[in-house]
């Protein structure tokens, strides 16, 4: 049996004192991990808390899964997390293996519905026609979403037709920022905001309907760069886009934005989740932009809802009643 101290990517504690062994080497062959074990789960239980949890979804009234395809993300964004739990290399799984996995849902559990939890689901193009091409062949009645989001720039109408006639129904696209110097400098996402609009603008085109992502406060941000992203999402929904969530950054351990925080003596640590206020922008008035963006944008959200989602790090809007658990920045 291995001792503690020779077990990679282990931590604990000894003699009072707390140990973190090397990090163990991402899995590069994906196809080798076995599909979770589902039969573990009542599954009717499972979608009936799903039910009760989430409310009156549409997305949300048939037998639901999530799914994990690929792993990894190799751009640069400051509070993206992904980067300590998953790797800078993107990996992902073969196409043949992801249907497979989607066919044994379908076959055992009926499922009819996915969400598609990759950080980077569209980067390699081949690959998400491919696993579309397979689903249109085996003519596997399922829709699907890609809640995480999907960045813009990978998307080109023929690749969004192809998608939709493989049954998804929903994308999310992050541009967190409707200010391309925040974008770029700020969060270092590094992309064309232009891109964006050409990809809203294309799937409501062949009919997917689209989410956007923005990010509230990261440090360099002032309150009139907030309100330009708020002018841009305006501009998204005139383009097709029906949902936006604005969101409360969060310097989550590990990442570039805590260390950034940290240094410069913006970082403000809680008992819950820690938060940031720099000069520009206090936690009150970040809390009060998200509130009003989000009512603006989303008439069919209540003010008293919204309110709780901003002041919740774990929780964000979905519905007119309902309030859904999702990582508040990713």
């Not at 009156?56 to 400051?78: L, N």
Request: positive net charge.
């Amino acid at each position: 049996m291995n001792k503690l101290n020779e077990i990679k990517g282990l931590a604990y504690k000894r003699d009072g004192k707390i140990r973190i062994n090397p990090l163990r080497p991402p899995i590069p062959d994906l196809d080798s991990l076995p599909f979770p074990a589902r039969h573990l789960l009542p599954m009717h239980n499972y979608f009936n808390a799903a039910k009760k949890r989430l409310g009156p979804r549409p997305e949300i009234c048939k037998p639901w899964i999530t799914m994990i395809t690929s792993r990894g993300c190799p751009y640069q964004c400051v509070f993206c997390s992904i980067h300590s739990t998953m790797g800078r290399k993107w990996r992902a799984r073969s196409p043949e293996n992801v249907i497979n996995e989607i066919k044994e849902a379908v076959d055992k559990y009926h499922i009819r519905q996915i969400d598609f939890e990759d950080d980077n689901m569209t980067l390699d193009k081949k690959r998400i026609e491919a696993i579309c091409d397979l689903i249109i062949k085996e003519r596997l009645d399922i829709e699907w979403y890609t809640p995480n989001g999907i960045r813009a720039d990978t998307l080109d109408e023929s690749l969004l037709k192809k998608m939709k006639r493989a049954g998804c129904k929903r994308i999310y696209v992050s541009p967190e920022s409707g200010v391309q110097r925040i974008v770029n400098e700020v969060i270092k996402k590094n992309l064309d905001l232009r891109k964006v609009k050409r990809a809203v603008y294309l799937a409501r085109k062949v009919g997917i309907k689209v989410s956007c992502y923005f990010v509230v406060g990261v440090i360099g941000e002032t309150k009139e760069d907030v309100k330009k992203s708020i002018a841009f999402a305006e501009e998204l929904k005139k383009l097709g886009a029906d949902r936006f969530y604005f969101s409360i950054e969060t310097p989550y351990y590990g990442t570039e934005l805590y260390l950034q925080a940290k240094q410069q003596g913006f970082l403000r640590e809680t008992p819950d989740v820690p938060f940031i206020e720099t000069p520009e922008l206090s936690q009150r008035e970040k809390e009060d932009l998200c509130t009003s963006a989000q009512v603006k944008l989303n008439p069919v959200f209540t003010r008293e809802n919204v309110i709780r989602a901003v002041l919740n790090p774990t929780l964000t809007l979905d519905s007119a009643s309902t309030l859904v658990r999702i990582t508040h920045t990713s």
